[in-house]
């Protein structure tokens, strides 16, 4: 009795119970015998794996048509190598996520730069031509009749597995490893930078976080766990042929995804569960039958347009914002530990130079032969009139746009033709607007993400678990960002729902949280109060203190004069004007810039 | 290839981009102002066949009464489908692009109920054929051309010369300030969702006597519209004529000479490749990414 109390009140009576749950599942087939019903619990697995497979590309916000193809070649590859080449069941099926999983590296290498709509059309062409092709290989795929007597598995110690409760054990247990993956995947790091990416690609990119190299691995495994199933669905079925993977095959298994509600573990699973048992109640009304799947389809997503779990999910959680009241105040602290470089480093030794940039729109010139350097530690402002230039150079700086002209050297490097995230590994930091943040990540999590893309973690190792360490490193982190810039009491809230003072805060502390060794800032007091922008400059002079080098574009004058050792002015995409605050007051040219004299 | 034979080839390759001119620019149409990818776009083409179909075989309609009566029809039920499903999911393209999935198996899956899976032929009141110069023109396919060219005149007319088409193009650059000057965007979606559907149909009415027709040939379809679109860009109507010829031409040509399956590869191929090198399209516009 005192040890059943122990288990309960412990914390391991949550994990005993899944075990236990996870044991029962196991079991089913021994109370119920019906084959019918094991047949289609069978598939429920199958469709279990396709659909968390298909949601791990998919948290990426790319979105598959591919997934029947990448069935086909699974399915394909382990019934020829089986088959024509005799060759052990379990070399085929490991050779079929293989399969799939190059094909996945090829194709991904080409297709993941497109975006958006144009990435989901390519995947559908993609599974178009597939399907010709497994028409058309007739040597290996047999086309139109199909592979028949598709030998069932071999399992050692038991051989061949026969009834449908031998393939529910070795599917049950299939099913529960994608699982177990999929939320190892989605709690690393990894799945971290995958919902990152997935919620803005371009902020993901500039935080450092390499987004081709994550969507190539989120499109590889999650074609490998399709090819996988494929193998199992050959020699579970012993038929294919190409109508076996028609493009309803991907169909279904984005409807899992929908019905299910996208983005989690469960959603998919309720999905899957709902959807493939349906025609088959449905069978009774014959003619119908697919009218009817249609018409259900349809009142499904009519009513719970954000799946059944998400509806589920969502209505748990009606808090309404509106309710909660919103306590915020600035608190800074004035110590902190964060280095940037080497504290204090006011070497007068040149960090970043630029070298003749110019850039040009058509034939419109936005900038000209511009030229400056920037020393460690120093603030240079760059003011000019509207249209003058500003912002193009610092989407030249960060490689937002390539320059047309001239180079562009850090810390001794050119790095003129690096791509943004490596940009922003080298230590070049810029602050966002706060709406091209994350929008659907707390202040919080938006600066976890940027930590964890400079954290420098092993894939593999975060993977498993065994990144503790960094883990606490990246938390202490966030702390620090978070006291650094104020935002303590903000910690939980989507920045979109904050003030616009603290959305440009959290910009800051975004940029801040790369560890930057130049910070870009792009007119960091616009539409602040002056409170607020007090506080921006009380937070610039710590940084500055702490060995930061800042560029800042900036309308209002003054606030530039107050805070920058060096003034640079632009006036229709030239330099028109450099020098100390001083000097830049009594500068006529500048005077004549300004006031348009 | 003997120019005679070529002639032929290409003379059906027109008839066919004909065709597939109505049915791009509907979808064009309706996945560039409404912004939905509708699946069961080629599934109103198939319904436009199967009533045409209907009506003559079964009601005795002569063909011309069956074409207002279908169009009427196609009319009425794209109303509903946009009012009833799509419509209302629209705020979440990719809710929506299943959805139209959804409504694929009903659509599919009525007809083949009501009027069975079996394949049927129509037959137009015209018949004959022209020799021009070796090269056989028969008058049912020229009709289809020549109805294809009146309707999509009347589209352009309709787009380019009425207040309607200039809401139309106003709500296509920017719905937001298209609002803002007293246009009923919302009217202006249902119109467009129910002419561009329209369109489709009358592209199933026109053609309903070239291929035997089947209930799930909807598909087909709707992949040939999203192929044209693509090729010739999301938003362009010159585009999708352009698309619907290039496409058109090499169908012909290539089931032709080689095999009707390596055609379709290939055009899968020419898309896939046009998406690679320029997404926008042939003709589309490029959308300069202001970030």
Known sequence: MLQVRRLVTSRMWKPSLSVGAWALGICIPFYIKDPFFLHVLNIIFIGITMALSWGILARTGYISFASNAFLGIGAYTSAYLVMQLHIYYWIGYFAAGAMAGFFALFLGKIILRLKGIFFVLSTFCFAQIMLRVFRTAE??????????????????????????????????????????????????????????????????????????????????????????????????????????????????????????????????????????????????????????????????????????????????????????????????????????????????????????????????????????????????????????????????????????????????????????????????????????????????????????????????????????????????????????????????????????????????????????????????????????????????????????????????????????????????????????????????????????? | MSLSLFGQIAFNGIVLSSIYVLLAVGFNLVWGILGIFNFAHGHFYMLGAFLTWYFISSLGFNFYIAFIFSGVCIFVMAAIALKGVLGPLRENEFVCVISSLGLCSLIEGLVSAIFGGEARIVNLPVSGVINFGGVFLSFPRLATLLISLVVFSVFLFIVYFTNFGRALRATGSDPEIAQVQGINISRVYFITFCLGTLLAGLGGIVACHITPLMPHMGIDFSLKAFIVVVLGGLGSIPGAVVGALIIGLLESFISSLVNPMVSIIVSFMVVLLILLVKPSGLMGIERIESR
Request: charge should be positive.
């Open chain 1, 139 to 597: 040597h290996i795929t047999k086309g139109a009749d199909g592979i028949t007597g598709i030998p069932t598995p071999i399992l050692p110690f038991i051989g061949s597995l026969e009834s449908h409760a031998q393939f529910y054990v070795l599917f049950y247990v299939y099913a529960t490893f994608v699982v177990i993956f999929t939320m190892r995947l989605y709690n690393s790091n990894i799945g971290r930078e995958f919902k990152a990416i997935g919620e803005d690609m371009f902020v993901a990119e500039s935080m450092g976080i390499d987004t081709t190299r994550r969507k190539i691995i989120a499109f590889v495994i999650s074609s490998i766990i399709t090819g996988l199933s494929g193998s199992f669905h050959a020699h579970y079925t012993s038929f294919i042929s190409d109508t076996t993977f028609e493009m309803t095959k991907s169909i279904e298994v984005m409807a899992y995804n929908v019905v299910g509600g996208m983005g989690s573990i469960i959603g998919p699973i309720i999905g899957v569960c709902v959807m493939v048992p349906l025609p088959e109640f449905l069978r009774g009304f014959v003619a119908y039958q697919i009218a009817l799947y249609g018409l259900i389809l349809i009142l499904i997503l009519r009513f719970f347009p954000a799946g059944i779990w998400g509806t589920i999910r969502r209505a748990h959680s009606t808090i309404p914002a509106e309710s909660k009241s919103l306590r915020l105040s600035y608190e800074l602290t004035k110590e902190f530990k964060l280095g940037f470089g080497n504290p204090i480093r006011h070497n007068r030794e040149t960090l970043l130079e630029c070298r003749k940039i110019s850039r040009y729109f058509g034939g419109l010139a936005a900038l000209t032969d511009i030229s400056f350097s920037i020393r460690a530690g120093e603030i240079l402002g760059i003011v000019g009139p509207n249209g003058a230039g500003k912002s193009t150079l610092f989407n030249v700086i960060t490689k937002v746009l390539s320059p047309t002209r001239g180079t562009i050297i850090f810390e001794g490097k050119n790095i003129t033709g690096l791509r943004p995230h490596r940009i922003n590994r080298m230590g070049i930091a810029r602050v966002f607007q706060s709406k091209v943040l994350y929008p659907e990540a707390s202040v919080k999590e938006n600066i976890v993400r940027a930590i964890v893309a400079r954290s420098g973690f092993n894939e593999i190792k975060d993977f498993f678990g065994l990144e503790r360490r960094k883990h606490q490193v990246i938390l202490e982190q966030t702390q620090q960002v978070l006291e650094l810039c104020g935002l303590y009491s903000a910690t939980g809230e989507l920045p979109k729902n904050l003030p616009h003072g603290f959305q440009r805060l959290v910009g800051l502390a975004v940029a801040l949280a790369t560890k930057p060794k130049l910070l870009l800032l792009d007119e960091p007091i616009t539409g602040m109060s002056l409170e607020e922008s007090d506080i921006i400059a009380r937070i610039l002079e710590n940084l500055h203190q702490s060995g930061l080098t800042i560029i800042m574009v900036e309308h209002n004058v003054n606030f530039v004069m107050r805070i920058c050792h060096r003034i640079m002015v632009l006036d229709y995409g030239q330099k028109i004007a450099e020098g100390t605050p001083q000097e830049i007051r009594r500068n006529p040219e500048v005077i004549k810039a300004f006031l348009g004299g």
